[in-house]
């Protein structure tokens, strides 16, 4: 299959390089040095997924229609993306693999022509260096049916993502959303410590943060009457839990997600955005939730506080020890 990619960072260039390994004829649209490196050399791919060099072709921008899109931009791009392709990707089914929500609204808004399906990359992946990815927990790739894609259409897409990766179709894909919304959640504080996702929750302080901040995302996910989904083996019913247990009863979610990361250490694709200079997508993680507490008369202060904490250090340069984070973000 021809399959083009928009955005080539840990999420696309994973899918890129197990894709193409799978037989499929990739192109891809990246930018700057690593567009060099993957003109060049390839996309590296190590760790979990096994050792592999892509050979993809690579441009600043799809130049032909491929059969199959994926839009794996950070969501604060996704538009100005999509605009970009417009044209070659009329009519393009488009699997948009984004963190947060309202990334298929997005599509929608600029290819009403085609097929919608949303995705979430549950594996972890860090891109650290042009043209290198690592995998440090080779995890699943969920899907659901978005505008205009059916389930026999679904199905065909997943038995062909399928020869590549790991691939699950999720029943329903808002529950899925708002569950993988749930593990983003390690995202935050490494991007205000500089810490790895192991460090951030193996110091109790700062686990104890992240609980409170997933909680308040299970009790908004509830007033707006969204069930659940399971994730990463954990059922819906169990996340649920987290909206009203203890925090350290919470705690073993956040845990859970850290040990399964393994040894090397993951710092969160938040942090990684601040650590190449990139705006981040907290206003479409925390900030989501943020954002749909309000909609539903609901405070959500921990997360809010989040928030502002990330801007901060992307506005400044400067990470914050764990004693102040711990001073300033309401638990």
């Known amino acids: 299959m021809r399959i083009g990619i928009i955005g080539v960072g840990a999420v696309g260039g994973t899918l890129a390089a197990l894709l193409e390994k799978a037989g499929h004829e990739v192109a891809v649209a990246a930018r700057g040095a690593h567009l060099t490196e993957i003109r060049e050399n390839g996309i590296r791919l190590e760790g979990g997924f096994g050792e592999h060099v892509a050979r993809v072709s690579a441009d600043e921008f799809l130049t032909e229609a491929p059969e199959l899109a994926i839009l794996a931009t950070k ?11 417009s044209a070659v990707l009329r009519g393009v089914p488009v699997l948009v693999v984004q963190n947060g929500l309202g990334g298929l609204t997005v599509a929608r808004e600029e290819l009403p022509d085609s097929p919608l399906i949303g995705g979430l990359a549950l594996f972890a992946a860090s891109y650290l260096s042009p043209g290198r990815i690592t995998i440090t927990a080779a995890l699943t790739l969920v899907i ?19 020869g590549a990766l790991p691939t699950e179709i999720a029943p329903d894909l808002e529950s899925a959303q708002w569950s993988k919304l749930l593990v983003n959640h390690v995202n935050a504080l490494p991007a205000i410590t500089g810490l790895s996702v192991q460090e951030v929750v193996a110091h109790p302080g700062l686990r104890r943060v992240m609980t409170a901040s997933m909680r308040e995302t299970v009790r908004v996910a509830r007033r707006r009457g969204i069930r659940l989904g399971e994730m990463q083996g954990v059922s819906g019913r169990l996340l649920e839990t987290i909206g009203w247990a203890p925090l350290a009863i919470g705690s073993l ?9 393994g040894d090397v250490p993951n710092p969160g694709s938040t942090l990684q955005s601040i650590q190449r200079g990139q705006l981040t997508e907290i206003d479409f993680l925390n900030g989501a939730v943020v954002a749909a507490a309000q909609q539903a008369g609901i405070s959500t202060p921990t997360n809010a506080a989040l928030v502002n904490l990330v801007h901060q250090v992307e506005r400044s340069g400067q990470f914050l020890d764990p004693e102040d984070v711990l001073a300033r973000v309401p638990v």
């Open 75 to 85: 969501a604060q791009d996704a538009r100005v993306a999509l605009d970009a392709h």
């Open 144 to 162: 659901g049916a978005g505008d205009g894609t059916g389930p026999e259409e679904l199905e065909t897409l997943a038995a062909t993502l399928g």
């Open 253 to 261: 979610f956040p845990r859970m997600l850290a040990d399964r990361m």
